[in-house]
């Protein structure tokens, strides 16, 4: 059994991946099914550690005046800290510090993957 997200759009599923880059890749899953990208991969911008990565804008789109979703995952310790928006292409994105051990409630096995990829 692992942690579910609870949202006004229901209860979702975070499942970590790697992408090509060794960058941490989250998506978000409703169902079983694939409700948004909670990460985005910017190869071109610098990251300073595994645990870091930046945040889908449209992720963003989900954020109402009762619900911002960087917030929500801020609350539970998902987001570790924020360090402000890097431009990239025609968009802005959040750069953040996930909280690892936190995420590993929520997919053990995807984190498990993960670090092993990475080589942490």
Do not use: H
């Amino acid at each position: 059994y692992m942690k579910k997200l609870s949202t006004p759009y229901g209860e979702l599923d975070l499942k970590i991946y790697t992408y090509p880059n060794k960058r941490i890749a989250i998506l978000l899953y409703s169902d079983d099914e694939l409700f948004d990208d909670l990460t985005i991969n910017l190869p071109n911008q610098p990251i300073n550690a595994i645990d870091e990565g930046f945040i889908n804008s449209s992720i963003e789109i989900t954020t109402t005046d009762e619900f911002n979703m960087i917030d929500e995952l801020k609350r539970v310790g998902v987001i570790e800290t924020t360090y402000g928006q890097r431009g990239y292409n025609f968009g802005q994105y959040a750069y953040v510090k996930f909280n690892l051990e936190v995420l590993k409630e929520y997919d053990e096995d995807g984190y498990n993957n993960f670090i092993n990829e990475v080589g942490a």
